[in-house]
């Protein structure tokens, strides 16, 4: 079982670290070449959906493992808690919003809920680094983390924008294909 909570929140970690820097280059890229970038955030909500259901896997299996319940618990009550509220709210109930085919077809929505859930997770690490959790380091190390978190949503953006500009050439090529095919059996 802990096996499967490490991995889960590994994966969930991976998955939104500078998500919020990829949906703005997504925004970007797309005003900046005059592209449809519809494909794009669709990726990028499903993505932030995805999380949204790893975490409320990891808090299940966490609550079920003993060893995660203390864990839980003293998250909850120490000086940082309203930290771990926010974040508990913003990585689980704020995403499911993006369910909602309206909610999640606004790019506006969508970076705000990036930008929260990236917000909540700032915070937390913000609170670690202040209770001396990193073991002393120093500044630098952590500007060095946090400007590794830029060029990762960069570098993801940027696959996800091409990705997303892909499919909807794909599914052009293919939605004219058939409306030929159709035209062909008029005729």
Same mark, same amino acid.
């Given at each position: !079982?802990?096996?499967?909570?490490?991995?889960?929140?590994?994966?969930? =970690?991976?998955?939104?670290?500078? !998500?919020?820097?990829?949906? /703005?280059?997504?925004?970007?890229?797309?005003?900046?070449?005059?592209?449809? =970038?519809?494909?794009?955030?669709?990726?990028?909500?499903?993505? /932030?959906?995805?999380? +949204?259901?790893?975490?409320?896997? @990891? /808090? +299940?299996?966490?609550?079920?493992?003993?060893? @995660?319940?203390?864990?839980?618990? @003293? *998250? #909850?009550?120490?000086?940082?808690?309203?930290?771990?509220?926010?974040?508990?709210?913003?990585?689980?109930?704020?995403?499911?919003?993006?369910?909602?085919?309206?909610?999640?077809?606004?790019?506006?929505?969508?970076?705000?809920?990036? %930008?929260?859930? =990236?917000?909540?997770?700032?915070? @937390?690490?913000? #609170?670690?680094? #202040?209770?001396?959790?990193?073991?002393?380091?120093?500044?630098?190390?952590?500007?060095?983390?946090?400007?590794?978190?830029?060029?990762?949503?960069? %570098?993801?953006?940027?696959?996800?924008? +091409?990705?997303? =500009? #892909?499919? +909807?050439?794909?599914?052009?090529?293919?939605?004219?294909?058939?409306?030929?095919?159709?035209? *062909?059996?008029?005729?």
């Amino acid at each position: !079982m802990q096996i499967v909570y490490t991995l889960i929140h590994l994966f969930s =970690n991976l998955l939104i670290r500078g !998500m919020c820097v990829t949906t /703005i280059s997504v925004i970007l890229a797309g005003k900046l070449f005059n592209t449809d =970038n519809r494909k794009a955030l669709e990726i990028i909500r499903w993505v /932030i959906v995805s999380y +949204a259901v790893l975490n409320i896997c @990891e /808090i +299940a299996i966490g609550y079920f493992s003993s060893a @995660e319940i203390i864990s839980f618990s @003293e *998250q #909850a009550n120490d000086h940082y808690w309203w930290a771990f509220y926010i974040k508990l709210f913003s990585s689980t109930v704020l995403p499911l919003l993006l369910i909602n085919k309206n909610q999640g077809r606004n790019k506006y929505v969508l970076l705000s809920i990036s %930008l929260l859930i =990236n917000l909540s997770w700032f915070f @937390e690490l913000t #609170a670690l680094y #202040a209770n001396g959790f990193y073991g002393g380091r120093n500044d630098a190390v952590l500007a060095t983390y946090l400007g590794y978190l830029v060029l990762k949503g960069l %570098l993801v953006g940027g696959i996800i924008y +091409a990705t997303g =500009n #892909a499919l +909807a050439s794909v599914q052009q090529r293919f939605s004219s294909g058939l409306s030929r095919i159709s035209f *062909q059996k008029r005729a």
